[in-house]
């Protein structure tokens, strides 16, 4: 039996997991012969690179949620697959998942980026590989990140895909839509801007009249950073993108939107490490008009050059 009917197989309502996980994967289930070729044609590139066979590979699913990726990576014969996520209901889930599936990774682990690094240390595992779907747009520090990765092992090999490219200009327009709202609220959501605000009057005691101004300047920031910024009179990390925002309690980004040359420079120093991007592919298996226009598009995207038309890119990071 292929992955594809083994989790199409799974009744997902009948799962003691979260709603938002339970929604999530619903609504991935239309696509998901489109997200199980994206998953292969990563583990193909990623296990290329890494250049050991599939057997002797060590690799992490990092931000792994639902744990799809974990089983595609077992089914394709990696020898241990390492998941990990910062929420534990996403962990939980993966686990119930991979229960109903009859097959699992390795390793399920609840953390971030230092909680890996810490575990791969104190259990003496050095992985080859790291693969990221639609993470590393969400996350708060990244060199932070980077550097956590690269003391694991310092010629890890990794692979990232984020539909947030910052060349395609209807993605950008899309995107900046979902920040906006994020930023400001909707729908009876409070915005993340007021949620600073109210941090400022209530724990910083920031005056009256400077209080809009504050709560517009630190932008893209958590909750403990907000004092040295005001502090200091400035936010050195003001967003590259001005729609850029993230969550003040847990520092995820709202599918941030980063020029590739960010990217370069945060792995070229200190990390000596290259970064290759590729264009990612149109979903072929949808009918209609937008599936049959995928083909011709797809053949397009073989050119690097045409990364406004990618729906998504791939970041290949290797020394």
Not at 251 to 273: D, K, M, N
């Amino acid at each position: 039996m292929t992955l594809n009917d083994t989790l199409r197989r799974i009744d997902y309502n009948a799962l003691p997991i979260s709603d938002y996980n339970r929604n999530y994967i619903l609504h991935l289930l239309p696509r998901l012969d489109y997200h199980l070729e994206i998953y292969q044609r990563a583990i193909r590139r990623i296990l290329r690179s890494v250049g050991k066979p599939a057997s002797k590979t060590i690799l992490v699913d990092y931000g792994g949620g639902h744990g799809f990726f974990s089983l595609a990576a077992k089914m394709c014969g990696v020898g241990q697959v390492i998941y990990i996520d910062i929420n534990p209901q996403s962990v939980a889930t993966a686990q119930a998942v991979a229960g109903q599936a009859g097959f699992r990774a390795d390793v399920y682990l609840s953390g971030d980026s230092d909680s890996l690094r810490r575990w791969c240390l104190d259990n003496g595992i050095r992985p080859d590989a790291l693969v990221g779907m639609d993470v590393i747009e969400h996350i708060y520090r990244l060199n932070n990140f980077f550097a956590d990765l690269f003391a694991i092992n310092p010629t890890l090999r990794m692979l990232f895909t984020t539909g947030s490219n910052p060349d395609n200009p209807l993605v950008a327009r899309r995107l900046h839509r979902i920040m906006q709202e994020d930023e400001l609220g909707y729908a009876g959501q409070v915005g993340f801007r007021q949620m600073r605000r109210e941090h400022l009057a209530q724990v910083l005691e920031v005056p009256e009249k400077k209080l809009d101004f504050w709560a517009a300047e630190t932008r893209g920031l958590v909750f403990d950073d907000l004092r040295s910024a005001v502090e200091s009179g400035s936010n050195p990390n003001l967003p590259d993108d001005p729609y850029n925002t993230c969550d003040p309690r847990t520092g995820s980004w709202t599918e941030r939107i980063l020029p590739i040359g960010a990217y370069r420079a945060l792995l070229s120093q200190p990390h000596g490490a290259t970064l290759h991007v590729r264009n990612g592919r149109y979903n072929t298996h949808r009918s209609g008009i937008k599936g049959l226009l995928s083909l011709p598009l797809n053949l397009l995207l073989h050119m690097p050059c045409l990364r406004c038309l990618a729906p998504y890119i791939v970041l290949e990071i290797n020394l």
